[in-house]
């Protein structure tokens, strides 16, 4: 079973530019999910999907970020324009719909640098 | 709110020796709560986790949990770590909503 693909896995930019991670889940996980991890600190939730609808997006910094997960199935995560503190790994992870089954599949994480 | 607290930011144990890592959690009702690890550069795994019953939950790589109400803690042990247990490990809190929230991790050097 493929796991959860994120691409690219670095990319550096310059403060104001923009840039897009990429999101492919485990086939027929309903629920993605896209994580902020600043060096030193825990996941932090940005937005979850359900199918292709937004579940929770309270913690996402809509002035710059934006997420979309148009078909159900991958999803991208924009950043524009980009700041410095926006230099971390972006864990994208999905899980089984339904019930609670406990289990993130994590991807192995985008990681941006903002000079 | 939900919130998970790890109160020890890093710990360093000798290779065989016992392991303990506390986690603290803030939740109105009855959580779902987990442990994950980190390896460096990699994604998050799962250890483990508790939704009902047993309160010792047994993990992969030989982790147990156990989960007290009353202490409102979910902390992880091992009897004898590995040299290849170094790693970042996080306590996560999830509801019936699918979601989750995670602590600032606790990172394990293992020393020969």
């Known amino acids: 079973e493929a796991g959860v693909a994120q691409s690219p896995r670095y990319k550096i930019i310059e403060k104001r530019q923009s840039v897009a991670f990429w999101c492919n889940p485990i086939?027929?996980?309903?629920?993605l999910y896209w994580y902020q991890q600043i060096l030193g600190q825990g996941p932090k939730l940005l937005i979850q999907?359900?199918?292709?609808?937004?579940?929770?997006d309270s913690q996402l910094p809509k002035d710059r970020f934006s997420a979309e997960r148009l078909k159900g199935v991958d999803s991208t995560l924009k950043i524009q324009p980009a700041k410095l503190e926006d230099s971390a790994v972006y864990l994208c992870?999905?899980?089984?719909?339904?019930?609670?089954?406990?289990?993130?599949?994590f991807g192995e994480g985008s990681r941006l640098t903002v000079l | 709110a939900q919130s998970v607290t790890q109160p020890d930011i890093h710990i360093t144990v000798s290779e065989g020796a016992s392991l303990e890592l506390r986690c603290n959690y803030s939740?109105?009702?009855?959580?779902?709560l987990f442990w994950y690890v980190q390896s460096p550069g990699q994604g998050l795994q799962l250890l483990l986790k508790?939704?009902?019953?047993?309160?010792l939950v047994q993990g992969i790589k030989g982790f147990e949990a156990e989960f007290k109400r009353s202490q409102s803690s979910f902390n992880l042990r091992k009897p004898s770590v590995h040299w290849s247990d170094a790693a970042e490990y996080f306590c996560?809190?999830?509801?019936?909503?699918?979601?989750?929230?995670f602590g600032t991790g606790t990172s394990l050097t293992v020393i020969p």
């Open positions: 086939s027929g996980h309903a629920t």
């Open positions: 999907f359900q199918n292709n609808g937004v579940v929770d």
């Open positions: 992870a999905s899980s089984l719909q339904g019930e609670n089954t406990g289990e993130l599949f």
């Open positions: 508790y939704f009902s019953g047993d309160t």
């Open positions: 939740y109105g009702a009855t959580p779902y």
């Open positions: 996560a809190v999830g509801n019936t909503g699918n979601q989750f929230y």
